[in-house]
């Protein structure tokens, strides 16, 4: 009998630069919430950008079922590396973070300038960036699983993610 | 203090209709399941196709995390309706659906034919279909929550999605 062969590559500074320029590349993403009736795993899509210092922005409305549950929740996944138009999606990079949701204040996002680095990376939100359900939650990450690709898993940590 | 409003809509034709063609059109998504360790949510893309009866199948491999996580805790979320290349990934309709996992034996995979109905869907799959570590899983859903859009949601039933 033979053991399974672990996955997981030793990170290196190649597995550290791809999965940073995941982060800073990233616009939208798959967010994972213990669904808060269930405690079953929710899946949503949601529009992100990088944080300034690290970690992940998201911008949700409180109407929204994966707000409510990640203001019961905090600590949540959050999958990020869309796939290209034509390339094939197993073999795009990817990363999923293990991450603990914070929610930003109206005073905190107006001193950190949040609203226009949310504008700058996505310019459409102007029809919702002011609507007064929507709240700034920073999504920081403990630590993060990099798949590269057939054969190429990484565990990384925190520290691993900071620009 | 005005409450606030339901952004839930009440099911219709179009909107079954819609949640059966991203189910029927469906090749990845972003499956959420409880990370065996820590039991918080853990995202990960996988390849996906529609079941014959209805549901999705997945195909996944033993050593990965998704895999033992399923084993343990069959419960879980599949985001499905994959952006176009150009199309805003939030005006895109999604579906995320409640599923309950089950692995599909190596003689009932032969029986149900699942190899050629997954190479039909993922024809690169040559190069793993028949990697020992593999198996199909059976994603049985329960309930749904289909965004189509801003302000189009719809909570669907198991029924809603039948073909």
Redesign the interface.
């Known amino acids: 009998m033979s053991e399974?062969?672990?996955?997981i590559r030793p990170t290196d500074a190649a597995a550290r630069a791809l999965a940073r320029s995941l982060v800073a590349g990233a616009?939208?993403g798959?967010?994972?919430?213990?669904?808060p009736g269930?405690g079953?795993?929710?899946?949503?899509?949601i529009?992100v950008a990088p944080a300034i210092g690290g970690g992940m922005l998201a911008f949700v409305?409180?109407?929204?079922?994966h707000s409510r549950a990640l203001a019961a929740a905090p600590?949540?996944?959050?999958?990020i590396?869309?796939?290209?138009?034509?390339g094939?999606?197993?073999s795009h990079p990817?990363l999923?973070l293990?991450v603990i949701a914070s929610f930003v204040s109206a005073e905190a996002a107006a001193t950190q300038g949040l609203r226009a680095l949310w504008l700058a990376r996505h310019p459409?939100a102007r029809v919702?960036v002011d609507l007064p359900?929507f709240r700034f939650v920073h999504l920081a990450p403990t630590t993060a699983?990099l798949?590269g690709g057939?054969g190429k898993a990484f565990e990384l940590t925190a520290a691993d993610l900071l620009p």
């Not at 399974?4 to 996955?7: G, L, R, T």
């Not at 600590?75 to 999958?79: D, N």
């Not at 590396?81 to 034509?86: A, C, L, R, T, V």
Request: hydrophobic fraction near 40%.
């Open positions: 399974p062969v672990s996955p616009s939208f798959a967010l994972g919430v213990l669904h269930t079953i795993p929710h899946v949503a899509r529009a409305s409180g109407l929204a079922l600590k949540a996944g959050l999958l590396g869309e796939p290209g138009p034509k094939d999606p197993l990817r999923s293990s459409k919702y359900d699983f798949n057939f």
